[in-house]
């Protein structure tokens, strides 16, 4: 199965060449401003994409998605073969994947939650039985370094996956443009920070291809 992994395109994802795969996964922020027109465009483009499975979340920049929930879901159950997750889940190709697109508080952006209980709350949310963990933002110290080099995880996060995600294999989430990459923990867990964008906003890094022998390739 090969899992094609993206986020943080700020609108720019026309300009991406996206491979081939099983599944596409947008980990959140794929627009600028949070605006309709940017929400169509984008529902446009994931539309057309010819993976079998889309699967995407919000981010801190997609405030639309927060301020008209019920009509933005309704956009997306008109898309065939597209899944959107917020604090939700899906078996897709067999596997049980989860999303959220909360974020420690930045500035004053969207799905902004104060650290601690109130963001713990959501972390609590994950099924204890998930393999895929699709958040906009990192846990603490992976891949979670602003320019200045200060890291901006969630320290929440971390904890939950290193006590309770026992089954996770892959979590994929965006936001800290710089620290894009990926890396794989001693539990052989794989982490990718698929931040399309880089520091400069520049649409200047390939999605990430996931290739595991987790599930069926599509024919």
Same mark, same amino acid.
């Given at each position: 199965?090969?899992?094609?992994?993206?986020?943080?395109? &700020?609108?720019?994802?026309?300009?991406?060449?996206?491979?081939?795969?099983?599944?596409?996964?947008? #980990?959140?922020?794929?627009?600028?401003?949070?605006?309709?027109?940017?929400?169509?465009?984008?529902?446009?483009?994931?539309?057309?994409?010819? &993976?079998?499975?889309?699967?995407?979340? *919000?981010?801190?920049?997609?405030? =639309?998605?927060?301020? &008209?929930?019920? =009509?933005?879901?309704?956009?997306?159950?008109?898309?065939?073969?597209?899944?959107?997750?917020?604090?939700?889940? #899906?078996?897709?190709?067999?596997?049980?994947?989860? *999303?959220?697109?909360?974020?420690?508080?930045?500035?004053q952006w969207a799905f902004n939650r104060h650290r601690g209980p109130e963001i713990r709350h959501h972390w609590d949310l994950i099924p204890l039985d998930t393999e895929v963990l699709i958040t906009h933002g990192?846990?603490?110290?992976?891949?979670?370094?602003?320019?200045?080099?200060? +890291?901006?995880?969630?320290?929440?996060?971390?904890?939950?996956?290193?006590?309770?995600?026992?089954?996770?294999?892959?979590?994929?989430? *965006?936001?800290? &443009?710089?620290?894009?990459?990926?890396?794989?923990?001693?539990?052989?867990?794989?982490?990718?920070? #698929?931040?399309?964008?880089?520091? +400069?906003? =520049?649409?200047? +890094?390939?999605?990430?291809?996931?290739?595991?022998?987790?599930?069926?390739?599509?024919?």
């Amino acid at each position: 199965m090969d899992i094609v992994c993206i986020a943080d395109t &700020h609108g720019l994802h026309d300009r991406i060449k996206v491979p081939p795969g099983d599944i596409l996964v947008h #980990a959140g922020d794929f627009t600028e401003r949070g605006e309709p027109a940017e929400v169509d465009l984008f529902l446009d483009w994931l539309e057309n994409q010819p &993976h079998p499975h889309k699967i995407f979340i *919000g981010g801190n920049h997609d405030a =639309y998605l927060e301020q &008209h929930p019920d =009509y933005f879901a309704a956009q997306v159950r008109a898309i065939p073969r597209v899944t959107y997750l917020e604090d939700s889940g #899906a078996i897709i190709a067999g596997l049980r994947i989860w *999303g959220s697109p909360v974020q420690p508080w930045y500035f004053q952006w969207a799905f902004n939650r104060h650290r601690g209980p109130e963001i713990r709350h959501h972390w609590d949310l994950i099924p204890l039985d998930t393999e895929v963990l699709i958040t906009h933002g990192p846990p603490a110290g992976i891949l979670d370094r602003n320019f200045r080099g200060e +890291r901006h995880g969630c320290a929440d996060l971390l904890d939950v996956i290193n006590t309770r995600l026992t089954k996770l294999r892959l979590h994929v989430f *965006g936001h800290l &443009h710089p620290d894009g990459g990926q890396c794989i923990n001693r539990d052989g867990r794989l982490f990718v920070n #698929a931040a399309v964008c880089d520091e +400069r906003g =520049y649409a200047s +890094r390939a999605p990430v291809v996931v290739r595991s022998e987790w599930g069926p390739k599509s024919r």
